[in-house]
């Protein structure tokens, strides 16, 4: 019922920021919480930030705590994830995906919709 769309990847410098977007379509969208993971060639995907349907809550991996920030727009049918000080092991695909429970948050097969990726490269 949802489909969705990243976009905002690209390389930069480390200690660069970059702000992700991902668009949806399907009018449910607001219905589900959200999140983005990144996968980093060779290891797993890992969730990167998470937020409840209304946007009133949120949840940050460690590794990106007081530096990545995830917000939506409803009415927008529009999720970002705001990313400063990136280091170059954060090189990564990252993801935009709806969740749709059944199990831990932190596990990707609790997601039932993902967008196709945007590439994020930090250099150093």
């Known amino acids: 019922q949802v489909q969705l769309v990243e976009s905002g990847g690209g390389l930069v410098q480390a200690g660069d920021s970059l702000r992700l977007s991902c668009v949806a379509s399907g009018r449910t969208f607001s219905s589900y919480a959200m999140g983005w993971f990144r996968q980093a060639p060779g290891k797993e995907r890992e969730l990167v930030a998470q937020i409840n349907a209304s946007g009133a809550r949120t949840y940050s991996a460690d590794s990106v705590k007081g530096r990545f920030t995830i917000s939506r727009d409803n009415a927008k049918n529009m999720v970002y994830l705001q990313m400063n000080s990136l280091k170059p092991e954060e090189t990564a695909v990252y993801y935009c995906?709806?969740?749709?429970?059944?199990?831990?948050?932190?596990?990707?097969?609790?997601?039932?919709?993902w967008g196709q990726g945007t590439q994020v490269t930090v250099s150093s």
């Open positions: 995906a709806a969740y749709i429970g059944g199990g831990s948050a932190l596990n990707p097969s609790t997601y039932g919709y």
